[in-house]
Structure formats: structure tokens, C-alpha cells
């Protein structure tokens, strides 16, 4: 989870055998639970259904769902959705995350807080100067 600029609000990462969806509502529980001024949240077509319901009600969050449109083939940007995109961007210079080197979800939540506390660090630095 991103705010506006790209940067990291909180992550969560899953098993393969859990869908989005599921992992949905643990990760907009913790958002909620850490940022509790927050009130929209945009999300992925794939966040559609009883989530947007679950955010709504127990949540008190507004979960937009930024949709693809049906006419339109091969790429396009979509908003809101390239800032996470650019994110991921920014992750994918940290070696350790370009492979799954790591065997339990915790160390693997770790590598990302720690690659995107150097983005961070190197935008601190550049300010600086």
C-alpha cells in the first residue's frame, strides 16, 4: 500500500494460495489501524466485491476500484495505478527483490521496508546538497 507520492504506507506479503481479495481485508485493517485519518483508498480491479463492502463498514475507508476499460486492448495507463507501478519501479533496484530469495512472508516484508527505506534515504541525501 502506497500513498499518493509512491511511498510505502504498509506492506503484506502472502502465500500464493491466498487471493487478493483475502489479503484485502488484513492489509486494509493495518492500514486503517495505523493511518486512522484515512478515507479513500484506491485499488486494482482485482480488489472488486465484498471487499469494497468490508472497507465501507467495518473500515470506515472509501475503496474506489480503478477499473480497465472493456473497449480498450493492450496497454494502458490507468489512473492512480501508475504511482503503485512506479513503485515498484523504485523496489526493483534492490537486487534482493528482483528473486524470490526468501522463504518466509516476514523476511520478505522486511527486504521491502528496508529497499524502500534506502529510496527514502537517498532522497533525504539529495536534498542536502
Do not use: C, I
Not at 488484513?26 to 489501524?33: D, M, P, T
Not at 472509501?62 to 472493456?70: D, I, Q
Not at 527486504?111 to 532522497?123: F, G
Request: proline content about 2%; cysteine-free; aromatic content about 8%.
Amino acid at each position: 500500500m502506497v500513498d499518493t507520492t509512491g511511498l510505502l504506507l504498509t506492506v503484506m506479503v502472502t502465500a500464493a494460495n491466498v487471493t487478493d481479495r483475502e489479503a484485502g481485508q488484513v492489509l486494509l485493517a493495518r492500514l486503517a489501524e495505523r493511518f486512522f485519518l484515512l478515507r479513500l483508498v484506491w485499488a486494482d480491479g482485482g480488489y472488486t466485491g465484498p471487499l469494497v463492502d468490508f472497507a465501507a463498514k467495518a473500515l470506515h475507508l472509501a475503496l474506489t476500484v480503478v477499473k480497465r476499460s472493456a473497449d480498450v486492448s493492450g496497454f494502458v495507463v490507468l489512473p492512480r495505478r501508475w504511482v503503485v507501478e512506479r513503485t515498484f519501479g523504485w523496489l526493483m533496484r534492490s537486487r534482493r527483490l528482483t528473486r524470490d530469495y526468501e522463504r518466509r512472508t516476514d523476511t520478505s516484508e522486511a527486504m521491502v521496508l528496508w529497499s524502500m527505506t534506502m529510496v527514502m534515504s537517498r532522497r533525504l541525501a539529495k536534498r542536502r546538497h
